[in-house]
């Protein structure tokens, strides 16, 4: 049971080039969440899903989009990648029975040139 | 005015001391509440929830006040590798959580 894997660890873009973060968990959890930090930040909710077939907006969508096509992966993309998009992204997942409880992956850390 | 503020620290102790943070928030109708532990350079980690009065898992100790809408978390006799950023988050009714920015911990020998 690997939890919340996500795909790739680092990545350095240059700007305008675009790349897809990959979010596969393997609990069967109903929710999925997009966040990034940034120094001296907490986590900023980007995007999420409750359910496959579904998402929304968080607190900072703007410059990303996401698919969740199947359950067990949501996918967060950048179109025309900027310097203002270098941070690390987490993906998380929470079931829908249970609590609040969030379960984080081990995080992608982006650099935009 | 943020959702949910917390100290940013570092609060800087000596091992073997018993340190709190707070973490206040905004929303009044809040049900859940949640410590998250957070290594440098890696993934938030579930330390403690809390949905009603307090929570108590050993060492720590989480409390809320509904009252003055904070929650603190308590860690007692501190150990090196208590050092960490401490997250509060806030659950709120849409199945999102509001984290806070964090508080660093320093424990020193």
């Known amino acids: 049971n690997a939890g919340v894997t996500q795909t790739p660890k680092f990545r350095v873009l240059k700007t305008g080039q675009s790349m897809t973060l990959l979010c596969a968990q393997d609990m069967n959890h109903e929710y999925m969440y997009w966040y990034r930090q940034d120094p001296g930040m907490g986590l900023r909710l980007i995007h999420y899903s409750v359910g496959e077939g579904t998402t929304a907006k968080g607190e900072v969508p703007d410059g990303y989009n996401v698919s969740r096509l199947k359950k067990q992966n949501f996918l967060l993309g950048l179109e025309s990648a900027a310097p203002s998009q270098t941070s690390v992204y987490f993906c998380a997942s929470r079931d829908l029975a249970g609590r609040d409880t969030q379960y984080f992956g081990p995080g992608t850390r982006l650099t935009v040139l | 005015r943020k959702e949910v503020e917390q100290d940013p620290g570092p609060f800087n102790v000596p091992e073997g001391a018993t340190v709190a943070f707070n973490c206040t928030y905004s929303n009044s109708a809040s049900q859940s509440f949640f410590w998250y532990r957070q290594d440098c350079r890696k993934e938030p980690k579930l330390l403690m929830s809390?949905?009603?009065s307090g929570n108590e898992d050993g060492r720590f100790t989480a409390q809320l006040n509904r009252a003055s809408q904070y929650i603190s978390l308590l860690i007692r006799d501190s150990k090196l590798s208590d050092s960490a950023t401490y997250l509060c988050a806030e659950g709120d009714s849409s199945y999102k959580l509001i984290f806070g920015s964090g508080t660093r911990l320093l424990v020193r020998p």
């Open positions: 809390v949905y009603s």
